[in-house]
């Protein structure tokens, strides 16, 4: 097994060559403290995540865990699982977390951690104009020229925002704020939950010469709060306004474009990059929203929001210099995700329009096929009709493979929770005898996966639940919530400041703190491309 040390990894990036770096802990541990390079892909999930995240076998992947802690034992089952899979450029970083962080890097906590860094740099570089929470709290009381604009996705809107604010994601502000601000002495203020977006849409706006005063709500929705101001659940919002001249549109995006940095290709450029992806990793995503993605888009395209990806860019693009086509109509959003993507580290980014594509589209949500499907199972399934009768007899035992949170939401009466990638660790403790282990999840697909490890141990009382939980809820039959019965910790994924804090002001202000110090955490991160 081919072993990397740390300093090869960040060569590797410093020098521009392609490179993955994947921590396969689980997500709670991986934000507990993590290489800032990483992408986080679990052990539990690898086979559903890997593909999207390193869509070329031949790309050159560094596994991490932990390190001395389990003696590498949890990033070699991943390399044997990733060889076993296809990939055939697998390594393992030395001692993990513990030799990264030896070698004189720092480990960092929280998600996302890349992009909401480079926000923080984004701001600092640039000044960016904002406006604190009492000041605008005072503007909106006088009746000011002003308008909120909450620029996060519409289901982040919906649980809590700011009292008048709109929503208009990221990504849909330069070809939405035109038709909603006719006056040019308006002031606009945008904000997110916290930070990042936020700075982002704003220095977007002034990149692309807007022509109102635009300003970020100081710390977001969390500024708000600690202001001492109330939030609301947002009403409406989502619905994309097109303005009538789509050359306003064309010219603001153009200005982000960077004068041709961030190529425009044409269908004969689509295709040759295509067929080049067996050679450079590519990355095809549809930048438009999620309604216009659902009816129709070119069948090799990933479906992210261009805001989103500029604030999850570890979550997307998991081969660090890999090339990034994003599909649009007009280019606006495109452009706004291109202009950070490229200042991040992405040097090799290009956009293709809608308007050019020859292609047959395909409709409905994005799916990755490939591993996950063609492995199949191996145990028989069980229904949820057949089922019912023998949890209520005590002849059946269900170990739910669902996430931690999913578990607490929803499950089947009695269930267990438990992690794939620790199973079948307390197992036989629990098992009576007799009993049917019954394996399930949300959409049965992890639970078919841990079929293929189990099998040996349990056999033929082993089965599947048919569907996996949406079937039972389908059914109509009962499911419990709330806490339960957990045969490993629910140390699976990561939890919100907001989900059951003591102090939920006290978590506030440190989220705030930890963001706001993520530039001085990374000083020694000397690779970084906007470091300088």
Known sequence: MRSVDPATVTAWYSGGQEVALVDVREEWAYCRGHALLASSCPLSSLELMVEDLIPRRDANVVVMDGGSANADALGRAAVERLQTIGFSRVGLLADGACGWEAAGYRL??????????????????????????????????????????????????????????????????????????????????????????????????????????????????IGWRLGGFETVRGIGGGTIERPARADAV??????????????????????????????????????????????????????????????????????????????????????????????????????????????????????????????????????????????????????????????????????????????????????????????????????GLASHEMVGRYGDRMRLLLGGNQAWRDTGMAMDSGPGAFLHPPHDVRRSIYDNPTDVFAAMRGYIEWETGLIDGARNERYLPFAA
């Open 108 to 221: 960092f906590s929280g998600i996302h951690v890349y992009s909401k860094l480079f926000g923080e740099y984004i701001e600092r570089i640039h000044g960016t104009p904002e406006i604190e929470a009492s000041h605008l709290a005072q503007a909106l009381a006088n009746g000011g020229n002003c308008i909120v604009v909450d620029t996060r996705p519409r289901h982040e809107f919906a649980q809590s925002t700011i009292p008048g604010s709109i929503n208009v994601p990221a990504g849909e502000l330069l070809r939405t704020l035109p038709a909603l601000v006719a006056d040019c002495t308006t002031d606009v203020v945008v904000h997110c939950g916290g930070r990042t977006r936020g700075i982002v849409a704003a220095q977007s706006l002034i990149a692309a010469g807007l022509p109102w005063r635009v300003s970020v709500l100081k710390n977001g929705t």
């Open 250 to 447: 064309r010219a603001y995006a153009n200005r982000l474009l960077d004068g041709g940095s961030i190529a425009r290709i044409d269908g004969a450029g689509l295709e040759k990059a295509i067929a080049e992806s067996n050679a450079v990793t590519t990355y095809f995503v549809d930048v438009r929203s999620a309604e216009e993605y659902r009816a129709g888009h070119h069948p090799l395209a990933r479906h992210v929001a261009a805001g989103q990806l500029v604030q999850e860019m570890d979550r997307t693009l998991g081969v660090r210099h890999g090339r990034v086509v994003l599909l649009d109509d007009l280019g606006d959003r495109a452009a706004f995700a291109g202009h950070w993507i490229v200042r991040a580290g992405w040097r090799d980014v290009r956009w293709f329009s809608y308007e050019d594509c020859r292609a047959s589209l395909v409709c409905g949500p994005w799916r990755t096929l490939g591993s996950a499907e063609g492995r199949g199972v191996a145990c028989n399934y069980v229904c949820a009709g057949e089922l019912a009768p023998r949890i209520a007899a005590g002849r059946a035992l269900v170990v739910d493979l669902s996430s931690s949170i999913e578990f607490e939401r929803a499950r089947l009466p009695g269930a267990l929770f438990a992690i794939r990638s620790q199973l079948p660790n307390g197992l036989d403790a629990v098992l009576p005898d007799g009993a049917m282990l019954v394996l399930t999840s949300e959409d049965g697909r992890r639970a």
